[in-house]
């Protein structure tokens, strides 16, 4: 059996050559992330999954989680004593403010952080990834008082967190929200309604459950500008802080799913009982723009997972291709015994596919954790704006492209386990299960491409799109006229598939107006091309700085070499499908809607 490692020299390598954590701790506020701290806590954050996490993520998805007739839900053993633990170590605050407890350190470490709970022991991160959600909307949007009675325990962990969007009538369209929320004069609201798929809506971590949830006032104006978003505690805090009364928010049952079963998802029922009391957040008919806040982060987080997974599945596919014996690799010598799997060639591109994957998103991500960074707590305005454009285009990359590639990853680390990838007591399974949900939470990748074509690059004339290409171009030149022939090879690829994403800008800003139905069509190839592409870059990066390196001397030679073979896969087996996605989106797209919806 494997266990988790996780891949601190790698993580190191993205943290300080490609995300620049050097110049994210030079930021105002982030001074006491030097090198000597971030290395401590990924060192500590890395033992934690491996000890507390990844032991306890095979059998919490054999048990998953149990609803019980009162309405309470219990997790599965070890995963209330491993929470306890987590927030204990401080985990659960590592971002947060530290005028509520938190730590106050950058994204960009959290994130590696993060991708070491969601590589261990996905379901059981869902729970403090909504907390930290929640914490974000009540911090930028709650009033003084809304933080002060529920941000510290909320930092601390003692409270959990939860984002109630979901009803059985809006999904992905939340224009349809029906949920009440009718004022009572005293500044209160009572909140009725139903919402599923609620995650961690109920579960026997702590004493009490804060949820944020949207609903509409009695006046409010129909579709999206009339949502406003409360605060709802599962038991009410009196001025002491003290728990009061249990609150009008029941747990009427849990679903059963294809993964994450430690990970209790909720149908809450608000105000069976008279209404559920809740505090509104910031101001009326305001609440989508505020759980805007909250989902960005977790569409962010969300791609991280896609990549904690991806890199789990790998380790152990790559544990288990060490030890399978069957045949005799191809050109091994005619006496040779049969050898390990790993000798074969097909297993090898399973396993370059899978890692140069990892690779490539997860750079493509702690890129975009340091621009956060920069976009939140640079000095200069412009600069601030500057980060900001590109954060807002990158999410819906990291989210859609990273959850994505997660599927092709998991569905190899089955592939290459042969039959026993189809047994459960592998592992390798629940990671292709558990894997499934990232590409459907928090939007699916349709809506992040939807995303991504209007708000992302029709909406500035593709003017930050147009920005961003330029910037893949020049490193595309730099490798194209370097004196290493393996990253001239990469400089061409990267090249072409910059044109291929140029012309796809270009063709995306005309036609998203004039040809909407095609343009949406074709959004998830447009999506799909900038993944590989940002990915290529980042990629191409990676070998930039390991071949000057090697040329100086410094680090670890066989950990740089590993780095420009990777590049060197990405770059001439997996960049090429840029140009097939271009010519989808801009050929393709009239295709794809051209049958009557009756002849389906
Ligand atoms: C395990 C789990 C946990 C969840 N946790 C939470 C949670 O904590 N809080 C919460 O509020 N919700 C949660 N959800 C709900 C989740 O966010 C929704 O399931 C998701 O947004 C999709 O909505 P839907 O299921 O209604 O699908 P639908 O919106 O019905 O979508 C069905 C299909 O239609 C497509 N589609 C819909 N609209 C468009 C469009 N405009 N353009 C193109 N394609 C479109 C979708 O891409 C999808 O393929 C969770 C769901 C699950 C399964």
């Known amino acids: 059996m494997s266990t988790y490692q996780a891949p601190l020299a790698e993580m190191q390598f993205v943290l300080n050559e490609l995300a620049g954590i050097d110049s994210v701790g030079r930021l105002p506020g982030f001074e006491e992330a030097t090198p000597d701290v971030v290395a401590a806590i990924l060192e500590e954050a890395a033992k934690f999954a491996t000890n507390v996490l990844d032991p306890i993520n095979r059998s919490g998805d054999k048990e998953g989680a149990q609803w019980h007739e009162d309405g309470s839900v219990t997790t599965p053993a070890g995963f209330r004593d491993a929470y306890r633990q987590f927030c204990d170590n401080g985990w659960n605050g590592l971002t947060k403010n530290p005028d509520y407890g938190g730590q106050g350190l950058p994204r960009l470490l959290a994130t590696a952080v993060e991708e070491m709970w969601h590589s261990s022991n996905l379901a059981f991160d869902l729970c403090p990834l909504l907390t930290q959600g929640a914490i974000e909307a009540l911090e930028l949007c709650g009033s003084a008082a809304l933080k002060a009675r529920f941000l510290p325990n909320m930092v601390a962990g003692t409270w959990t967190g939860t984002m109630n969007l979901t009803e059985p009538q809006a999904g992905s369209d939340l224009a349809a929200v029906r949920s009440r929320a009718v004022p009572q004069g005293d500044g209160t609201y009572r909140v009725f309604g139903q919402k599923i798929f609620i995650t961690f809506g109920e579960h026997d971590y702590t004493e009490n459950i804060i949820h944020l949830v949207l609903a509409r006032t009695p006046d409010a104006p129909e579709g999206v500008k009339g949502i406003s978003l409360f605060v709802v505690p599962k038991f009410l805090v009196n001025d002491d802080g003290s728990l009061g ?66 890199e789990r599945s790998y380790q152990r596919a790559v544990a288990y291709a060490r030890d399978r014996v069957q045949g005799k690799a191809v050109g091994t010598g005619k006496g040779d015994p049969a050898g390990p799997i790993i000798g074969h060639p097909d297993i090898q591109r399973m396993l370059m596919t899978m890692r140069a994957y990892i690779e490539a998103s997860r750079a493509v991500a702690y890129v975009t954790a340091a621009a956060i960074d ?227």
């Open 245 to 310: 009364a249990r609150n009008d928010v029941r747990c009427v049952s849990i679903e059963h799913k294809l993964g994450i079963h430690a990970s209790p998802t909720a149908i809450l029922a608000y105000g069976d009982n008279g209404g559920a009391v809740g505090y509104l957040v910031g101001n009326e008919n305001h609440g989508l723009e505020y759980m805007f806040i909250m989902m960005n982060l977790a569409r962010f987080s969300v791609g991280m997972e896609g990549v904690g997974i991806a």
């Open 374 to 600: 920069h976009a939140h707590h640079e000095p200069d305005p412009a600069a601030k704006k500057r980060h900001q454009a590109f954060v807002d285009l990158m999410i819906p990359i990291v989210k859609g492209w990273s959850t994505e590639i997660a599927q092709e990853v998991t569905y190899l680390g089955v592939q290459v386990h042969g039959g026993m990838g189809f047994i459960e007591e592998t592992g390798a399974a629940q990671y292709y299960r558990d894997a499934r949900i990232t590409t459907i939470y928090e939007g699916t990748t349709g809506i992040q491409a939807n995303d991504l074509i209007g708000r992302k690059t029709a909406r500035d004339g593709g003017n930050t799109a147009r920005s961003v290409a330029a910037e893949i171009a020049r490193v595309a030149a730099e490798l194209a006229a370097h004196p290493d022939a393996h990253l001239r090879s990469i400089g061409k690829r990267l090249a072409a598939a910059c044109a291929d994403l140029n012309q796809a800008i270009d063709w995306v800003v005309g036609a998203f107006g004039t040809k909407p139905r095609e343009a949406h069509a074709g959004a998830i190839a447009y999506l799909r091309l900038w993944g590989l592409t940002v990915g290529g870059w980042q990629l191409g990066r990676s070998a930039l700085v390991a071949a000057r390196h090697l040329h100086e001397g410094v680090g670890d030679a066989r950990f740089l070499r590993a780095k420009i073979v990777t590049a060197r896969y990405f770059a001439e087996c997996l960049l090429p499908q840029a140009n097939a996605w271009r010519e989808a989106l801009i050929e393709g797209g009239e295709a794809a809607v051209a049958m009557p919806v009756e002849s389906f």
